[in-house]
């Protein structure tokens, strides 16, 4: 008998059954693997994926982003009605209302699907004929300056959160080099189309 | 496990594309692949810490992509990760003073108080001498012949069989229900 033979007859066969049902694949947090991605692209093993689809957003665009979203502020109750969203804003009355977490994140699934759908038929607007290649752009803008805001939200939330991180920084990039880029006097005008 | 290319992409063709051109795309369908398994294992080796786990899977495929381009394709990539990843794990339980050298000893090892109640199978893994675990989990669960535990862990493959003994008698000594043998600690076959 060999000596492995001996050692295999230190396993009862319920021990080696037991031990051969046990799992042997276990899926660790998402965020890990965005975190390990992040890593290799930071010491530059790894290069993002070229965005193939979606809006594109050249980093000129970001240079009147800012005030378009503060814009969007002063006159966002008008430019509600002007749009009929009532819904919408019965929605932020909610997040300003909101008592408790559960009823914050209630209002950030209404108002993030509100975000969404308003983006989604943008998209089909600015895709028509008739549509504005001047009130596209600026429309983009506000959208990029929306999802930065948002970004910046969920890092304070949670620091250490990759996803939202990654997406705050790739925002910060762009909107730094759109300010090296030169001013547009097209951007002045942005803010006076909300 | 992520089904995104069809045909599934060699790993050798996936690992080139990374190497060669930094896609980002082909490394997350070679993490996808090979993770859960190298994250199930290294979660069992450095006794049930999800964090420390995590730790080394992020350190083993940094490790990985610095060492790809001398990886010679002699052994699969999934146990040649391993390695890196047994490696890495090694490491951190060094530095908390877990591991230490194997060689054709036991390790001081006291069967846990169980207060009456039987422990389970992961528990019980969980509580043997990080040397015991490692070479266990390598043979008994995942497979591996002592040959290629003694080249990942860079022991003999005689140290491996030893540690195995010592280590399955552990392990039955951790889930037998208490005994007169409770408290005593282990002694050398």
């Known amino acids: 008998m060999s000596l492995h033979d001996e050692m295999d007859g230190e396993l009862t066969p319920e021990l080696r059954a037991a031990l051969a049902a046990l799992p042997r694949e276990t899926e660790p947090s998402r965020l890990l693997e965005e975190r390990t991605v992040r890593a290799l692209r930071e010491n530059g093993t790894i290069q993002a994926p070229a965005r193939a689809r979606g809006f594109r957003f050249p980093a000129s665009w970001m240079a009147g982003a800012a005030a378009a979203a503060i814009a969007i502020f ?99 990039r762009a909107k730094t080099q759109g300010a090296r880029a030169p001013a547009d006097s097209a951007g002045k005008e942005r803010t006076v189309w909300f | ?68 381009e001398g990886f010679r394709w002699e052994a699969s990539f999934s146990t040649w990760l391993t390695g890196i990843g047994l490696n890495v794990a090694r490491g951190l339980l060094r530095r908390r003073g877990r591991w230490t050298d194997m060689e054709d000893v036991p390790e001081p090892w006291r069967p846990p108080e169980k207060h009456g109640e039987r422990i389970d199978l992961e528990r019980a893994i969980a509580l043997l001498p990080a040397g015991y675990r490692a070479v266990l989990v390598l043979h008994d669960v995942e497979g591996f012949k002592h040959e290629e535990i003694g080249e990942m862990l860079g022991i003999a493959p005689g140290t491996s069989k030893s540690q195995l003994f010592h280590a399955r008698k552990s392990l039955r000594l951790a889930l037998e229900p208490e005994t007169k043998e409770k408290g005593r600690t282990h002694e050398p076959a």
């Open chain 1, 74 to 172: 002063m006159v966002g109750l008008n430019a509600g009605r002007t749009l009929g969203a009532r819904e919408t804003m019965a929605n932020v009355a909610a997040v300003v209302e909101a008592k408790s977490t559960k009823q914050a994140a209630v209002a950030v699934q209404q108002t993030g699907s509100a975000y969404v759908s308003a983006l989604s038929r943008f998209a089909t607007l600015a895709d028509s004929a008739g549509s504005s290649p001047a009130q596209t752009q600026q429309g983009r803008e506000v959208a990029v300056q929306m999802l930065r805001a948002a970004a910046g939200e969920l890092v304070r939330i949670s620091p250490d959160d990759p996803l939202a991180s990654g997406i705050l920084a790739a925002l910060d």
């Open chain 2, 1 to 68: 496990m992520s089904t995104a290319l069809a045909p599934p992409a060699a790993d050798r063709a996936l690992a080139e594309a990374l190497l060669l051109e930094g896609d980002e795309r082909a490394f997350r369908e070679l993490y996808r692949r090979h993770t859960p398994r190298l994250f199930q294992l290294v979660l069992r080796v450095v006794g049930g810490s999800e964090h420390d786990a995590e730790d080394v899977v992020q350190e083993t495929w940094i490790r990985a992509t610095q060492k790809l």
